[in-house]
């Protein structure tokens, strides 16, 4: 398994819906979990791996530490045709990485808070809502699934200066990982 960069076109298509109870998807995400934990990740799609299904993992928790500053526990979570089904009015900018973009950040907007509909590994259907880092996440991971990146979320002048930047960013070699 490899993560594939922009420009690549896979990250353009729009993903098709899983079937539900297809068991191929619980190793396929557990490869994309190990995967993301490898490059430092917090989100990862399956396009993002040249897989076109709509398939998503997140674990906004591990890089965080407690109140002991101890790392915090592994929290996997794996989203199956995930839909948003529900959104704050107020949006938020921020600054955002991807795997699929190494070595530069963009500031995007997003909505503050998300509530997400989707399926589990084991095919339950499951609400998640989130804000902060999280909810912000499961907004990029679902842009992922409609063909949509980091670039796509920005306006036009802000485009091109992103795309020179990136442009550098790969020419000196940046890897999965590097903001
Ligand atoms: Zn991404």
Redo the contacts with the bound molecule.
Sequence with gaps: MRIITSPDPLLREVCEPVEIGDKSVKRLAKQMLREMYKDDGV?L?AP?VGVLKRIVVIDTQWPQEDEKGRPMKKNPLVFINPEIIEHSDERVKNLEG????PGISCEIERWSWVKVKCFDENFNEVIREGDGLFGRCMQ??ID?LDGI??FERLSPLDRLAKLEEYKAAVERGAKPGEC
Excluded: K
């Design positions: 989100g799609a993002q991807c795997l699929s973009v990029h991971e992922h990146t980091l």
